[in-house]
């Protein structure tokens, strides 16, 4: 089924879990989310979502994680879908086998950011996750994830997995042990620009990499920040490869 017009609310740092076979909310009418808190969406079809204040009159609210979950195919040729929060005016479209992000850039506080494109290829554009908090994007697609040719991605921890994966410069800044740049190509290879956290961990058939630099130096006996490389095919690099701990 579907969920049409709907308005509910889950308290300042509550969870609102929507999902459903059909669409989720309508162009003409978005459902309408009263949190600060989660968002966890699961769509057979195309999702409007609207974070908003239903009570007073601070208008939209910040979501602080956003977990979407969607497919090509249920979206539909030509067919759209949209996220609005503070901060952040999501869109998505999809031509039937992949869905198309479209830039992600907020200077809000966040916790997460993750989607996955089920059956599907997807697509993202610039991604800029700048403000405050842990700031996690992960992306995962069953096909291929690629990134729109020219752009990059600043977060505070990144993930990224897909059939093959290409994308631009990956840079993440936060300063928390145990965070990076961790991309995986299940089944074909890896195309990256120049990638740079604490921790870098990349596999997949070939790699063809930018420069690779891990910067975090914590070590312990059960634990070492680190830099790992792993390709069943060949390993590429156009610029240096640098780690403390590797």
Do not use: C, W
Not at 18 to 47: M, P, Y
Not at 105 to 127: C, M, P, R
Not at 156 to 172: H, I, K
Request: glycine content about 18%; charged content about 10%.
């Amino acid at each position: 089924g579907r969920i049409g017009a709907l308005d509910t609310r889950a308290g300042t740092n509550g969870t609102v879990t929507l999902a459903a076979g059909g669409d989720i909310g309508s162009a003409s009418r978005a459902v309408r989310v009263d949190t600060s808190g989660t968002l966890n969406l699961t769509t057979g079809g195309q999702f409007h979502v609207d974070a908003t204040d239903l009570v007073g009159a601070t208008g939209e609210r910040t979501l602080s994680t956003i977990q979407l979950t969607a497919s090509a195919a249920g979206m539909g040729a030509g067919g759209t879908s949209s996220l609005r929060t503070g901060g952040l005016v999501g869109s998505a479209t999809s031509d039937g086998s992949r869905i198309d992000l479209g830039a992600l850039e907020s200077a809000q506080a966040l916790q997460e950011f993750s989607f996955t494109a089920k059956g599907s290829d997807l697509a993202v554009g610039n991604v800029a996750l700048t403000g405050t908090g842990a700031r996690n994007l992960r992306l995962t697609a069953d096909g291929a994830l690629a990134q729109q040719p020219g752009a990059g991605m600043v977060a505070g921890n990144v993930a990224l997995r897909g059939s093959s994966v290409q994308v631009g410069n990956v840079t993440v800044n936060a300063m928390t042990t145990n965070t990076g740049v961790d991309i995986t190509a299940t089944s074909g290879d890896v195309q990256a620009g120049n990638l740079t956290g604490r921790q870098v961990t990349v596999t997949g058939g070939n790699l063809t990499l930018g420069s690779v630099a891990s910067t975090g130096n914590y070590r312990y006996y059960s634990f070492s920040e680190r830099l790992s490389l792993t390709a069943g095919g060949n390993i590429s690099t156009s610029g240096n490869v640098t780690s403390p701990t590797s």
